[in-house]
């Protein structure tokens, strides 16, 4: 199982619309969780950190479910500057301590007009 | 804009050649990183620093060589890479080594001829 798993997409979706994305993450003493977002030729930019209590922070909604090692960003009503990347991040909890963060290959975002 | 600077931006360099890329952080972090990004590839962790000191090298080729001089400041050398070494190499810096998020710099582009 690869460490951080993510359908590459693309997702088309409309304008306005609602999408979902998924992630699952194999190392079970993980413990920060991330979504990246990724603009073309672009560095990777902090969207939002993973709670396991779930967080919003406007259309956006992130969960998490540490029993079945999964991740969800939900995005409501979609705009056209979504398009993008999304990456999600995993920190590499190893022994005593975690050493930078593990990334999926990433979701590709298309919002069409 | 970024905390985090890389320069240069774009590089081609040949195989028997040597170059360092430099990267410089300016949010007072005492953890950074060099990531490769290869196309079709997650990002790959290739080294971490925390408090000037290496704690990861993720299976590097010794090709790659880091320095890092101080907390602000981290040097890859390159000598005598390979077409398929031929990446975004992003550099990235958090608070500390452990579950913070990281924030990138705009990444060196790589091409080896």
């Known amino acids: 199982r690869k460490e951080v798993e993510q359908d590459p997409g693309p997702f088309n979706v409309p304008e306005g619309a609602t999408v979902a994305f998924n992630c699952t993450y194999s190392n079970s003493a993980s413990q920060s969780f991330f979504w990246y977002r990724q603009d073309c030729r672009k560095e990777p930019k902090l969207l939002m950190s993973v709670y396991s209590s779930g967080n919003e922070d406007g259309r956006f909604t992130a969960q998490l479910n540490r029993a079945s090692q999964y991740i969800s960003l939900l995005i409501r009503d979609s705009k056209l500057s979504d398009s993008a990347t999304y990456l999600c991040?995993?920190?590499?909890?190893?022994?005593?301590?975690?050493?930078?963060?593990?990334f999926g290959k990433g979701t590709h975002l298309i919002i069409q007009p | 804009e970024t905390g985090v600077t890389q320069t240069p931006r774009h590089l081609v360099m040949g195989m028997t050649n040597k170059k360092s890329l430099k990267c410089e952080q300016h949010?007072?972090?005492?953890?950074m990183y060099w990531y490769k990004q290869s196309a079709k590839k997650p990002l790959e962790l290739m080294f971490v620093?925390?408090?000037?000191?290496?704690?990861e090298n993720n299976s590097v080729p010794s090709r790659f060589s880091p320095e890092c001089p101080n907390s602000s400041h981290l040097f890859l050398h390159l000598h005598t890479l390979q077409p398929e070494d031929s990446a975004l190499y992003l550099c990235?810096?958090?608070?500390?080594?452990?579950?913070?998020?990281?924030?990138f710099g705009q990444g060196t582009r790589l091409t080896v001829v």
């Open positions: 620093y925390n408090f000037k000191e290496q704690t």
């Open positions: 991040v995993v920190n590499r909890a190893s022994g005593g301590g975690a050493d930078g963060l593990t």
């Open positions: 949010l007072g972090h005492n953890a």
């Open positions: 990235a810096s958090s608070q500390d080594h452990s579950n913070t998020e990281a924030f």
